[in-house]
């Protein structure tokens, strides 16, 4: 254990900028004089200038971001884990403070968290979301051939090709994005340094790409068992959650016709893909899996009239990958149904 | 976190390795030099660095150094089986060494615990090193022209390479080896088990004129030896040698009582041994004593050996028949079909004292305690004689002669 951690510590690598907003600030002069008195390890002038900043500023991100970095090198992880945390409650879209937390909870030997920030650095981008996934998949088809190799089996036997999901659409800088700007300051949504997905991509990338053709006709026209048992109105946060867990069952079932069906037409796609876009590759994502089994618990719902906030604990498992996340679902009534309208993950 | 989980899997493995770097530190004996390591396997060494790396949680380095030790071995197995699990590591967290998805594991079942079971027997055979200074208690007495000595371990699959030097045998290699199917203790035909005795390479076959099967080369030994047929067991064919292509080495279990070395490996056996004057000891369970204990032993043998020779020296024919067993056996003849040629060998010598040059004694307990004496049987003032070899059986607190012969 103590080899671990060690080199849990060597690796995890803390992140001293906040690399998104540091470019277009508007006080990019006092963020590098503190970033230098850092990086020359005087830390308590570092300290008492950041906290002068905040003075004024009290909500800005860069300058709460390099006091957890001071706290932390000052030796005070509990204070820096307890700025990184608010960061995340205030910044969510932020990958940086999670990618610390979870530095500052590895060395604490709590791998569970540590785990669950980092996953939700990856997921503050659906970008990074997807690649990470598609990651996960390559590597679990590189370790099957390497089984095949290693137990002399014939290689045609498990050779189902992964079907990984293509990002459709770049993600663009927030200059048409619907998503609510951080703060002034923070001007720019993250952007991925390399975009995982540029237009080339289905020629050059060993990823299977969706073709237009394969979309899955919506059985919008016929009639889809109903999830939801149709007269509930003594009871709608009963239905909202019988709604919840037919959405569950349907993507666990990969029956991708109710899985669909449980979205609005006013679904909103994360990352600005167009809705046909969006179900492409959700049903190259699911179909492709051998198995998938979804769970939920911890689950609560919010009902405000015609609309609900189902919030629950999501522990999904695919083939070889485990991923265990909190979501959330904002659904509204549409007839004798409630339908999700926004999907995320997080907080 | 997965390297963690994977550190888990393995630390049982990993454990052993560590624990016997730290004897090593406690003995202040030295290391493996790296070119020790080279000569001692060195894919396995490599392998074995892997396994230090996961167990230290540096599983980016650990697939790193293994996608290069695929390269050049890549037919290693096992070392694939350890890539496949750092390849897995990255996208799940790992339950155990060889962690294959079901339906993998399911087909590859037996392949898997061959696997498994090779891996942990390298490990076993890194962890019980024999101490410096030791020897196996078989090797009472090497002769100046047995360069060599081989003797390997079933237990552990081991198989160790001893040079005979000025002031004793050194052990300078071991590696990994595989045994019959069944196992050890060969008793008949087709039995599929290696047999258990004391024995000597009795040729070398050019690789140019064997199947691709065998590898790089083959040594044979001369099972069954005298004991061997004494005890009516049956059988031939016992060779040491190498792999077939596109397999790097053999599960620990895997012959028809061969005893199977890697290429590498037994190509640097090949290299070096010479051939009938090297002998291999397999045993199940090899007993290192240090070099200094084993001397008693040899006294009390050879004392006996003498108290022959000054028989046989002075031509009295019935005291030297005292030293032969009732149930003497020389390729069929009986001791009374014998004594006329111990007779004649008598005559000639005309009362010249004996001298025994080069003795080796290898010595063999099981049921029975048997030694095996090979020496030159020179009349005083000559220079050369002939090459004779004995086997001898205790009987009680007496050794008595149940076999010889005279190579010249």
């Given at each position: 254990?103590?080899?671990t ?19 277009l ?23 008492a ?112 090709p ?52 394969a ?34 069952k ?22 600005q ?14 179909t ?31 083939d ?28 | ?14 454990g ?60 290693f ?48 055979a890194?962890?019980?090193r ?23 371990d ?39 088990r ?12 050019d ?7 065998y ?45 199977v ?66 149930d003497f056996?020389?390729n ?11 007779q ?16 080796s ?6 049921t ?41």
């Amino acid at each position: 254990m103590k080899l671990t951690r060690t080199f849990v510590l060597k690796t995890l690598r803390l992140l001293t900028m906040v690399s998104a907003c540091a470019a277009l600030t508007s006080h990019a002069d006092d963020y590098a004089d503190i970033s230098q008195l850092l990086q020359a390890n005087k830390f308590s002038e570092a300290l008492a200038k950041v906290d002068s900043q905040l003075v004024t500023k009290p909500a800005d991100p860069q300058f709460r971001f390099l006091k957890g970095v001071i706290q932390r090198n000052m030796g005070k992880p509990a204070e820096a884990i307890s700025t990184f945390t608010k960061l995340t409650e205030d910044y969510p879209e932020l990958p940086e403070p999670y990618n610390n937390l979870a530095v500052l909870y590895a060395s604490q030997s709590q791998y569970d968290k540590a785990r669950s920030a980092l996953e939700m650095a990856i997921r503050t981008n659906p970008s990074y979301a997807t690649a990470h996934e598609n990651l996960g998949d390559v590597y679990a088809r590189l370790a099957s051939r390497a089984y095949n190799k290693a137990l002399q089996l014939d290689n045609g036997n498990t050779a189902v090709p992964p079907k990984l999901a293509l990002i459709r659409e770049l993600f663009k800088p927030n200059l048409a994005n619907p998503r609510p700007v951080v703060t002034a300051a923070a001007s720019t949504t993250p952007m991925p340094v390399a975009a995982p997905a540029t237009p080339s991509a289905p020629t050059t990338a060993p990823v299977k790409p969706v073709s237009a053709a394969a979309a899955p006709a919506m059985p919008q026209t016929k009639t889809v068992p109903a999830p939801v048992p149709a007269t509930v109105p003594v009871n709608a946060s009963k239905a909202v959650e019988a709604a919840v867990m037919a959405w569950a069952k349907a993507w666990s079932a990969k029956d991708m016709a109710s899985y669909l069906a449980a979205y609005s037409p006013e679904f909103d796609p994360a990352g600005q893909q167009s809705r046909a876009a969006w179900e492409q590759v959700r049903t190259a994502r699911i179909t492709g899996k051998s198995r998938i089994s979804v769970t939920l618990s911890d689950l609560q719902v919010k009902l405000t009239g015609e609309t609900a906030v189902a919030s629950f604990k999501q522990a999904y498992k695919a083939d070889a990958l485990s991923v265990s996340s909190r979501k959330t679902l904002n659904m509204h009534r549409n007839g004798d149904r409630w339908l999700i309208t926004k999907e995320s993950t997080g907080r | 976190m997965n390297s963690t989980a994977f550190a888990c899997a393995l630390c049982l493995l990993l454990g052993a390795v560590q624990t016997q770097a730290k004897v090593k530190n406690k003995k202040t004996k030295p290391a493996l030099t790296a070119s020790q390591t080279q000569q001692n396997g060195a894919a396995e060494a490599r392998l074995i660095a892997i396994y230090r790396l996961i167990g230290k949680g540096d599983t980016r380095t650990a697939l790193k150094q293994a996608e290069q030790l695929l390269k050049t071995n890549p037919s290693f197995a096992l070392a694939q089986l350890t890539y496949a699990d750092l390849l897995s590591a990255q996208a799940r967290p790992l339950q155990a060494f060889g962690d294959a998805p079901p339906d993998q594991r399911i087909l590859g079942h037996d392949t898997l615990a061959d696997l498994r079971s090779e891996s942990l027997l390298r490990l076993k055979a890194l962890r019980e090193r024999p101490d410096a200074g030791t020897l196996p208690s078989e090797f009472l007495k090497l002769a100046a022209h047995n360069k060599h000595a081989i003797a390997i371990d079933a237990s552990l699959a081991r198989l160790y390479l001893f040079e005979n030097r000025a002031n004793g045998p050194v052990l300078v290699a071991d590696y990994y080896i595989s045994l019959g199917k069944l196992g050890i203790d060969k008793r008949v035909e087709g039995d599929q088990r290696t047999p258990l005795g004391v024995y000597f390479i009795t040729s070398q076959l050019d690789p140019k004129t064997l199947k691709d099967f065998y590898g790089s080369g083959a040594l044979p030994i001369n099972y069954p030896n005298v004991l061997d047929i004494k005890r009516g067991k049956t059988g031939g064919g016992i060779w040491l040698h190498g792999t077939p292509p596109g397999q790097f080495s053999r599960a620990p279990l895997a012959s028809n009582g061969c005893l199977v070395l890697a290429n590498p490996d037994l190509l640097s056996i090949v290299r070096q041994v010479e051939i009938r004057t090297t002998p291999v000891l397999i045993s199940k369970k090899l007993k290192w004593v240090p070099a200094a204990s084993l001397k008693p032993s040899t006294h009390e043998f050879t004392s006996q050996l003498h108290a022959w020779l000054k028989a046989k020296s002075s031509g009295n024919l019935t005291n030297l028949a005292t030293f032969y067993a009732p149930d003497f056996n020389h390729n069929g003849k009986s001791l009374s079909d014998w004594l006329p040629t111990l007779q004649h060998e008598v005559s000639t010598w005309q009362g010249k004292s004996l001298e025994i040059k080069d003795l080796s004694l290898l010595r063999w307990v099981d049921t029975h305690e048997t030694m095996v004496v090979t020496f030159g049987e020179v009349a005083r003032g000559q220079r050369s004689g002939q090459t004779r070899r004995q086997y001898w059986s205790r009987e009680g607190t007496q050794w008595k002669i149940f076999y010889e012969s005279v190579a010249s």
